[in-house]
């Protein structure tokens, strides 16, 4: 199947500093990625919709110059958590659709991230 | 988009079948049903997927009744491995965006 490579698996990172994810589809090409933000025995929640090429659709409630979101190329999306604070301390999740197989979600293997 | 509701948790003995119900009454024409299943600190994991009557694989079988209002996600023969959390999505898919539900906490005893 499928493989959406997510990238670190794991960040510590200081308070005030800033932060970026990556989520790559491998083997295929992604016009959509979305990103989710998990916490502890929570279901995940969609922060932002990422369309290759253009702006990124943010739910309500999500900070757009907190979370910048970028989808560059049909196989990378990034997202930088800027100027993190404890509260940004969450497990953050990306998936992407398949260009030929758009019933399906693949999702990477999510990043915790733990701000001091 | 679909709301789906599923039980918050359900526990099993290793080796029994478990069937998992959610509910989805606002299931719109164009919608599929997809199950993923994730453990802590992973992302979700494909399961299965269907639109109508049965469909099986090599991991579950999901069974979908004629006005598709819900669905059933069955573990045959379950063990400790299959301990995690199963999520029921409903979706046309393409490039919608999807709303996770509360999901079912699966916990298997030895």
């Known amino acids: 199947g499928a493989v959406v490579s997510q990238h670190p698996s794991r960040v510590i990172c200081k308070s005030g500093t800033s932060v970026k994810i990556e989520c790559r589809s491998l083997?295929?090409?992604?016009?959509?990625m979305f990103w989710y933000r998990q916490f502890p025995k929570k279901s995940l929640m969609l922060m932002a919709t990422s369309n290759e090429g253009s702006k990124a659709t943010y739910e309500q409630g999500v900070e757009k110059d907190k979370f910048l979101i970028n989808h560059a190329s049909l196989t990378l999306s990034t997202l930088t958590v800027t100027s993190a604070h404890p509260e940004d301390s969450s497990f953050y999740i990306c998936?992407?659709?398949?260009?030929?197989?758009?019933?399906?979600?693949?999702f990477g293997s999510g990043t915790q991230l733990s701000v001091l | 988009l679909a709301k789906t509701t599923q039980p918050i948790s359900m526990d099993s003995y290793e080796g029994q079948e478990v069937n998992i119900t959610c509910s989805h009454n606002?299931?719109?024409?164009?919608?599929?049903i997809t199950w993923y299943q994730q453990f802590p600190s992973q992302g979700p994991r494909f399961i299965i997927q269907g639109y109508k009557t049965k469909v099986t694989n090599e991991v579950a079988s999901l069974f979908i009744p004629a006005d598709r209002k819900s669905s059933t996600l069955s573990l045959p023969r379950v063990s400790l491995s299959d301990t995690a959390v199963y999520y029921c999505l409903v979706g046309g898919w393409g490039n919608e965006k999807l709303t996770f539900g509360t999901g079912t906490r699966l916990t298997i005893i030895p």
């Open positions: 083997d295929f090409q992604a016009t959509t």
């Open positions: 998936s992407a659709t398949h260009h030929t197989e758009h019933e399906k979600l693949f």
């Open positions: 606002n299931i719109a024409t164009n919608d599929y």
